[in-house]
């Protein structure tokens, strides 16, 4: 079993929706937990970043943990088709596990 | 841009070669990071050095090596390649040991032929 599942996609969306995108973790000891947007294979940008549980928002993104039940969400609101790109999830304890990915792509 | 340079951008290599990646951390940066990322594996961690020692080790071959020289620049060393080392490598850097804010490259897209 690894310890991040991500949620594969991919995901279509209309331009306006609201994405949630969603991982599951198995080990507690994750301390931070992160969300990366990769563009077409080039490198992935650090989008929030966050320790506790609860959410943090930045802007149109939302950052959610839930630490009792191993699951963080990243919600995107207003969807633009800028948007469209492969969101990693990433946890770290000592060193940082990411994600498989999910592929969004937000149709105008 | 995230400060994060890396060089080649691509390279073609036969199998049982060796290449060479480098990598320039952001300005500040101690740490500095290699993952692979491959179509069907995802991004994989393979190691960590901080302030030139290494900090941690994850899924690296022992074909490969890496190093980072004194002016915190790094280098990952890949040797007796082979088809399935055909992949994106990403150097990614941070200012601590700790890892959970890092920064990463554009990547070297190494194809083995």
């Known amino acids: 079993q690894k310890e991040v599942e991500q949620d594969p996609g991919p995901l279509s969306v209309p331009e306006g929706a609201i994405v949630s995108l969603n991982c599951t973790y198995s080990n507690s000891a994750f301390q931070y937990f992160m969300w990366y947007r990769q563009y077409s294979r080039k490198g992935p940008e650090l989008l929030m970043y966050?320790?506790?549980?609860g959410n943090k928002e930045d802007g149109r993104f939302t950052a959610q943990v839930d630490k009792s039940s191993k699951y963080i969400s990243l919600f995107i609101r207003d969807s633009q088709p800028s948007d469209s790109a492969t969101y990693l999830c990433a946890l770290h304890a000592g060193k940082s596990t990411f994600g498989d990915g999910t592929t969004l792509t937000v149709k105008p | 841009d995230s400060g994060v340079t890396q060089t080649p951008k691509h390279l073609i290599t036969a199998t049982g070669q060796r290449v060479t990646l480098r990598c320039s951390p952001r300005s500040g940066d101690l740490s500095v990071y290699w993952y692979q990322q491959s179509l069907d594996q995802g991004l994989q961690f393979l190691i960590q050095?901080?302030?030139?020692?290494?900090?941690a080790k994850g899924n690296i071959l022992e074909r490969f090596s890496a190093q980072q020289f004194p002016d915190l620049h790094s280098e990952l060393n890949l040797s007796s390649l082979e088809l399935g080392d055909s992949a994106l490598y990403f150097c990614a850097s941070g200012p601590g040991s700790g890892g959970n804010t890092i920064y990463f490259g554009e990547g070297s897209w190494l194809t083995v032929v």
């Open positions: 966050t320790y506790s549980s």
């Open positions: 050095y901080y302030n030139g020692e290494e900090r």
